[in-house]
Each structure stands twice: as structure tokens, then as C-alpha cells.
């Protein structure tokens, strides 16, 4: 799994830094490519000489030529690096790289790298004890593992503080065989491929205070980007409003309303290979929303009455501009569900339809988890089994690759 492989190996500071010399070695000698890069810090653990002559390359550290008569320094360095990558590993990764990798952060070489990858980003959090329990740690570690990251979880046991717990670096084996578990699943199919993805709900306002919206978190549309990225595609995420950290390397475009979000989708759509419409759009939006706060008083009686126009649909709109295009819906049905999605599929003139009813147990809004049917022209539904919705996307993916040849 190793043979030929780039793996871009990240070093910061922490104290099982010293492990990195044998990590290094080990890849090398199962066939890999290495190329380190470091934190300053991580050079008071262990020398770039040491990890330079273990993986026979220059080791990284400074983002600027240290002096200006040195010969000058190819600016886009970590831009290479990021797109000769097949893996990234920091480990070890310390609190403090973790939080600035978390926040987007680009402060030094490693980070800079880290936010122009276009290969799966692993991460060995090492440190001590509290330090990993620290709920700043625990919520960065949480956001990152949400935005696509793997994360190799630390052992516990006897820390280099002398206290007992969760913070140590896995052995160097246990290292190599994660790493090999995620370059197997790391299919780079959508190298080249530009995928449009939309996600979440819509907002309509009624004035300035209220809106109708839905019940969508936008977890769905989110795993399809983040899934995307990580098999190499250049991704555009368009976004309705929604609580969720954007997948590493993917562009986010923020709307509120259906019309923002029909706007967005014919704009971005023709430089698109691949759309997955997962938002849920909103059909109805109030045909006046109102410029001042509505009052109770305002209305006579004891009810008001909302006059709504339909929305344009989107996917109808770009239908006839599709080609070559790959185009695949969503349909959240509560009853009739395959043949209500058979209607939208040929209505919509898509390749296939991703069903999910959000009244089964482990499917639907806000869940982690997702249950759907594969509806496509002439084939039989095909039923996924209940998974999280980051395996679900993949198996979205994984459907559409023959259709992009
Ligand atoms: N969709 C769209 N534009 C809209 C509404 C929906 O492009 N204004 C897209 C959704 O993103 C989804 C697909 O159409 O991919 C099906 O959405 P859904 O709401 O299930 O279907 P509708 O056609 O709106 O039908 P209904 O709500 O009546 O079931």
C-alpha cells in the first residue's frame, strides 16, 4: 500500500517528536515517498538533519528564506508539496497546531500546507494529559474530525510529565497501518473533476424578524463536499444558512434564500462536471416579505393570513443547459417515496436520485447517520445500508464516477 506513495509527514512540537525518526523509516522502507515538514517548535525535539537523512529530501520549516542573500526560495513550495501529497500525517500534532488548523490558520509552513491540501489529512494528537482533555482541544478535535479529518487517537498510559492518561503517540506500527487504512480508502477518482455541491436549508423572509425555513443541518450536503475533497476533486459548496465548519480545501459560498442559492447554482453550475442538489430549497416563499416588523395588533381577528409564491426550481431552471454534466438530486419523502422520486428524477432530467425518509430511525435531519435509496432511470432502487453520512457520501460518489468517464 506504501510502494510509490507521497506522504507529506508533519512534525510539531511535543516530546514524541523523537518518534518521527523511526516513522521515517519505516515508510521509507515500505516503499513511500517522504517529505517532512516541521514547526519551529518541533525542531527543539528532534533535528531536521536527523528526519532530512532518514527521508533522503530537504526538510521544510521556514515559510520565507531566512536571509535576503540566500538563493531565492521557490515561493510556491507548499502549494507543490500540497498537490504531490497522496497523504498528510502530523503527528506528532500538538494542541497548538491542531487549534490553528481548526481555525484555518496559515502562521507558518506546516499550516500553509494544510489549508492548500487536496489528500486526506490524518492527525496524531500527542500531548500531555489535561492538555488533550482541555475542552478547547476536545471541541477543535471534534470540528476537524466533522470537516473530514482522520484522527488517530492517542494511547493512554505513563506521559513524559510522569501523570497517567489519555496523550501518548501510538507505536510507529500502529501509525503505519492507519495510514495505510486511509490511503486504501483514499480513492483519488475525482482528481481533475469539479463538483458542485449544495447543501442545507433556505431562508424566506416574512420581515425583518421571521422567516420560514425547514428542518435541514445541512450534515448531508456537507459530507458530499468533504468526501469529494478528499478524493480529489476541486469543490464549490454552496451553503443556505447552517452551524458547520467548511471541509478542508473546499469553497464555500454562503446564501440565505432560494433565489440567492438559484443565483449561485447558474452561476457556478457551467464550470461544474458534477452537481448534487442536497439542499432542501424551499417551494414557497412569502410573496411580500414585509419591510417593518409585522404586529400582533396590526391583524384583526385571531388569525393573519400569508399570501407565498413558489419558488423557481432549481434543478428544473438548469436542466436544459445540463450536457455532459452529471446532475444528482435528493428527495426527503415521507410516504410514496420510491415513486414520488421516480417522478422527480425524469421531471428533473437527472442521473440519479438519493431518497431518504426522515422518519426512519438513524435517517434524516441533524442525524450523523443516513439511510437512502439509489433511484436512477430504468434500475431497480437500491437500498444503502444505515451508515454515517460521510460513508453515505462516498457511496453517492463512488455512483457517480462511471457516469463522469
Ligand atoms: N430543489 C430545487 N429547487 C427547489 C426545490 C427543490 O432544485 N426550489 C431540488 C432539491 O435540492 C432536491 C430536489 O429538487 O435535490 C427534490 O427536492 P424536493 O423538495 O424533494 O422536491 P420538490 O420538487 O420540491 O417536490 P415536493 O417538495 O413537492 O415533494
Known sequence: MLTGR??????????????????VRELIRGGAEVQVVMTHAATQ??????????????????????????????????????????????????????????????????TTLVLALRCPLVLAP??????????????????????????????????????????????????????????ESAHRDFRGKRVLVTAGP?????DPIRYISNRSSGKMGFALAAA?????????????????????????????????????????????????????????????ASATKIKREEQ??????????KVPDILKAIAPSKGKRVVVGFALETDDGVASAQRKLAAKNLDFIVLNNPRDAGAGFGVDTNIVTIIRP???PEQLPRAPKIDVAHAILTRAVPLLQ
Open 45 to 110: 525535539f528532534i533535528t531536521p538533519l536527523t528526519l532530512s537523512t532518514l527521508s533522503r529530501r530537504e526538510v521544510i520549516v521556514e515559510m520565507f528564506p531566512p536571509s535576503p542573500d540566500q538563493p531565492t526560495m521557490q515561493w510556491t513550495k507548499h502549494i507543490d508539496i500540497a498537490l504531490w501529497g497522496d497523504v498528510m500525517l502530523v503527528a506528532p500534532a500538538s494542541a497548538n497546531t491542531i487549534a490553528k488548523i481548526a481555525c484555518g490558520m496559515a502562521d507558518n509552513f506546516l
Open 228 to 288: 469529494a475533497a478528499q478524493r480529489g476533486a476541486d469543490v464549490t459548496l454552496i451553503s443556505g444558512p447552517v452551524h458547520l465548519q467548511t471541509p478542508l480545501t473546499v469553497r464555500r459560498i454562503d446564501v440565505t434564500t432560494a433565489h440567492e442559492m438559484a443565483a449561485a447554482v447558474e452561476r457556478e453550475f457551467p464550470a461544474a462536471d458534477l452537481l448534487v442538489m442536497a439542499a432542501a430549497v424551499a417551494d414557497f416563499s412569502p410573496a411580500h
Open 202 to 206: 433556505t431562508h424566506e423572509a416574512i
Open 126 to 183: 500527542s500531548m500531555d494529559v489535561d492538555m488533550y482533555g482541555n475542552e478547547a482541544t476536545q471541541r477543535n478535535i471534534a470540528a476537524l474530525r466533522e470537516s473530514g479529518c482522520h484522527i488517530i487517537e492517542p494511547e493512554s498510559g505513563e506521559l513524559a510529565s510522569g501523570l497517567h492518561g489519555a496523550g501518548r503517540l501510538p507505536d510507529v506500527d500502529h501509525l503505519v497501518k492507519e495510514l495505510a487504512k486511509v490511503l
Open 378 to 380: 430504468d434500475a431497480k
Open 300 to 309: 384583526t381577528g385571531d388569525s393573519m393570513t400569508l399570501t407565498l409564491s
Open 6 to 23: 507521497h506522504i507529506v509527514l508533519g512534525v510539531t512540537g511535543g516530546i514524541a517528536a523523537y518518534k518521527s525518526a523511526h516513522l
